[in-house]
């Protein structure tokens, strides 16, 4: 696999569209139904000029196509995680999340160049990989066109009717008793592209392992996904898209070994429960039964046209999420001294729209607008033990606590931008955004200046450097005192009282680089950035439910390094990353009742490292592929994420290695091609922790897979 690391607007093979191209777009015969070709220059038309509208000059552009994802251990059944992991500053952490340049979370997800409103933090992974046809990491100084969630911009292009060659149906299974069989299919009726993918996965590792042991306790999960996309071309110049998406994912929360021996390290105090002996094996912790549903749909309808100057696009959209955390009441109750149902749930609704006009021959301005509204409830149904002032339980038999909040939050965002071609070799992009941010919680808003320079001295050799001011809000998941008045002087009590609302995250950060074309099939990349941030925010897991909240620091800074190196011939395909990233935060100053007292008056008065810093990074990987035959080696390194108190400890370092073969038979007697794959995933069975279940904002400790083998078949028909 080989990692695309193209710099956009710099003339490479993401360049913007050149304005002076001229049009191919056939035009059909009224007397003729239209033939596939004029369709298929039609689609490949607009899909330029929608990527017009969207470029991100100046931002890094990190590209991952078809045959990068074909070289990915699992291929197009690999978590959409671990295609991210496979670019240059992107850290693995545990359920499944990445972090991009030691930011956590702060990732906008685009398909089709449409917003995607963000949803809940859980750990089922939304974003199909089955879907994509390339994605595109934007990072670094974004345009103005770019809001909100700025840490990076996760830009999807989908299969459509048109790309896809031949429906399919595909089976994959093998270690962790895995079974996902899934389909493909699509095509093209007239002016109507349509393309769908449906998947059920079923599996014993839904969730990190909380031991380090082969297998997890109680850690079944099973998900189903369905994808569409549907696309009506009005005439030759505009069209109607829709896409809608639906996941449904049951999770078991796995459980560490626990026992009853108390010189056990992993011991953990029972509480008196009335009615239940808590000594009767049955409850034993290992046969804890916490589960965890999260359900996600969207739907995003589009329009989209384009003239000889004018391109436009205006999508209104909307969302649903909801996590539903059940607990073991009894053993909840004697291990924890807590049973609390959760229900978690977000509905969005917004509308973006941009457009790119031509306004002069060296200038092209860009302007949009994008507005959203945000719906939050939690509702808990809680069982508590009165304590006294010590904390020691005073009753056995649990109170009932029921506490339903909800938030609101609205978002709204406009920008106007130039792309001033200087000269044939130097691109000024400089523009300015108004971002505002109310909710039932707080009320802030910022003029944000952005710009960036692409210089191009040689046909090999593109440069950049660039200045982004940031404006990123919380998610609305404040905690109101009222709620933790509620839980006072019970098992479930706040370390403390002090609870500021969570605000905006503002910040400036500078980004340069450069892109150096060796050869024509070997290039490099460097790039460095530095990160200043007031209110920095933070999110962290505060109970067994996987519901992640936000929480900030006063000050923050964030800075490091990027290289990358891909390199293609023939068959042959090789890439070499690495990164470093450094961190530094001090004074927590929203959320506080989640923090003991005495590490709080710690970060007050030191700065300290976040939880999810990786300090050093590195991938690498080789693959061969042939009309027939594919086979590639890949490697993951981690230093480890921060751990202990204040985060001042550090989880150890680790390298994983995955091989996998393909084979494609093309003469099968019904339908077209055949593919079997295998793929050894950490082939050497390295034993490795990701969290140990201390550091900032952490509850739960997790291991990374240990090895497994896995098989597919692809069958197109």
């Keep these: 696999m080989a990692v695309s690391l193209t710099l956009i607007g710099t003339g490479f093979a993401n360049d913007t569209p050149s304005r002076h191209k001229s049009r191919t777009v056939k035009k059909a015969d009224p007397a003729k139904k239209t033939a596939p070709s004029e369709h298929i220059s039609v689609v490949g038309h607009l899909n330029n000029e929608r990527a017009r509208i969207f470029p991100g000059l100046g931002a890094v552009d990190y590209t991952i196509d078809q045959r990068q994802i074909t070289t990915t251990p699992g291929g197009q059944n690999a978590a959409f995680s671990q295609i991210l992991l496979r670019v240059p500053g992107v850290v693995l952490d545990s359920y499944g999340e990445v972090h991009v340049r030691g930011e956590h979370g702060g990732l906008t997800y685009r398909v089709n160049g449409v917003l995607l409103p963000e949803g809940l933090n859980g750990f089922g992974q939304e974003l199909d990989t089955r879907i994509i046809q390339s994605v595109d990491l934007l990072t670094g100084t974004l345009p103005a066109q ?63 392992n909380p031991s380090n042991t082969f297998r997890a306790i109680h850690d079944v999960t ?14 030759d110049a505009s069209r109607i898209t829709l896409l809608t998406s639906a996941s449904y994912a049951d999770f078991e929360i796995p459980n560490s070994f626990k026992t009853f021996d108390t010189t056990s390290p992993d011991y953990t105090t029972l509480y008196n429960v009335a009615g239940v002996n808590s000594h009767d094996p049955s409850l034993n912790w290992a046969n804890l039964n916490d589960s965890q549903t999260e359900q996600n749909y969207y739907a995003v309808l589009s329009y989209q046209r384009t003239t000889e100057k004018l391109n436009l696009q205006v999508s209104p959209y909307f969302r649903y999420g909801r996590i539903d955390y059940t607990p073991d009441r009894d053993r909840d109750l004697i291990y924890q001294g807590v049973s609390e149902h959760e229900v978690n749930d977000f509905t969005t609704g917004g ?77 000024f992009n400089y523009g300015i955004r108004y971002d505002r941010f109310a909710s039932s919680f707080d009320t802030e808003g910022q003029l944000s200046p952005r710009a960036n320079m692409v210089w191009k001295p040689t046909r090999t050799t593109t440069l950049h450097l660039g200045y982004s001011r940031y404006f990123a809000p919380p998610s609305p998941q404040y905690v109101y005192p009222s709620t933790l008045a509620r839980f006072a002087g019970t098992t479930n009590a706040a370390a403390n009282t002090i609870n500021n609302a969570t605000k905006v995250e503002k910040s400036n950060y500078v980004d340069g680089g450069i892109l150096q074309r060796i050869t024509p099939e070997f290039q490099i990349t460097l790039d460095a950035y530095a990160k200043w941030a007031h209110d920095l925010t933070d999110l962290g897991q505060f109970g067994r439910a996987v519901i992640l909240a936000p929480f900030s620091y006063k000050r923050g800074r964030v800075y490091g390094a990027e290289f990358g190196s891909s390199w293609r011939h023939g068959p042959w395909s090789m890439y070499g990353n690495f990164s470093y990233v450094k961190t530094s935060a001090q004074d927590i100053n929203s959320a506080q009742y989640q923090f003991d007292l005495v590490e709080l008056a710690y970060i007050r008065n030191h700065a300290i490292q976040l939880d ?84 900032v904002g952490i509850y739960q400790a997790q291991y990374g897979q240990r090895r497994g083998t896995f098989f597919s078949v692809v069958s197109e028909f």
Excluded: C
């Design 612 to 695: 999810h810093q990786g300090e050093f990074t590195a991938t690498a990987g080789a693959s061969w592929t042939t009309k027939h035959d594919m086979a590639y080696v890949d490697f993951v390194y981690g230093y480890g994420l921060r751990s202990g108190f204040a985060n001042l400890e550090k989880e150890p370092q680790y390298d994983v290695f995955n091989i996998g073969y393909q084979h494609t038979f093309t003469k099968v007697p019904f339908g077209h091609d055949i593919k079997i794959r295998a793929d050894v995933m950490n082939l050497f069975d390295k034993r490795y922790q990701l969290r140990n279940g201390s550091g």
């Design 146 to 208: 770019f809001g909100f969630r700025t840490a990076g911009v996760v830009d999807v292009t989908t299969k459509t009717g048109d790309s896809l060659k031949h429906n399919q149906v595909s089976l994959y299974g093998g270690s962790y008793n895995t079974f996902v069989p899934s389909m493909q299919f699509g095509g093209q009726h007239g002016k109507l592209d349509y393309f769908t993918t449906l998947s059920f996965t079923r599996n014993n590792i839904g969730i990190e």
């Design 222 to 235: 099973e998900q189903e996904k369905a994808f569409a996309y549907l696309s009506y071309h009005l005439d």
């Design 351 to 427: 509308m973006q729209a941009d457009l790119s006009y031509d306004i002069a021959p060296h200038h092209t301005l860009r302007a949009g607008l994008l507005g959203q509204y945000t719906s939050e409830r939690l509702d808990t149904d809680t069982l508590a033990f009165p304590v006294d002032d010590a904390g020691n339980q005073t009753s056995d038999i649990a109170k009932r606590m029921i506490d339903n909040t909800g938030n609101w939050s609205v978002e709204a965002g406009a920008y106007i931008q130039d792309e001033y071609k200087i000269t044939h070799n130097l691109t």
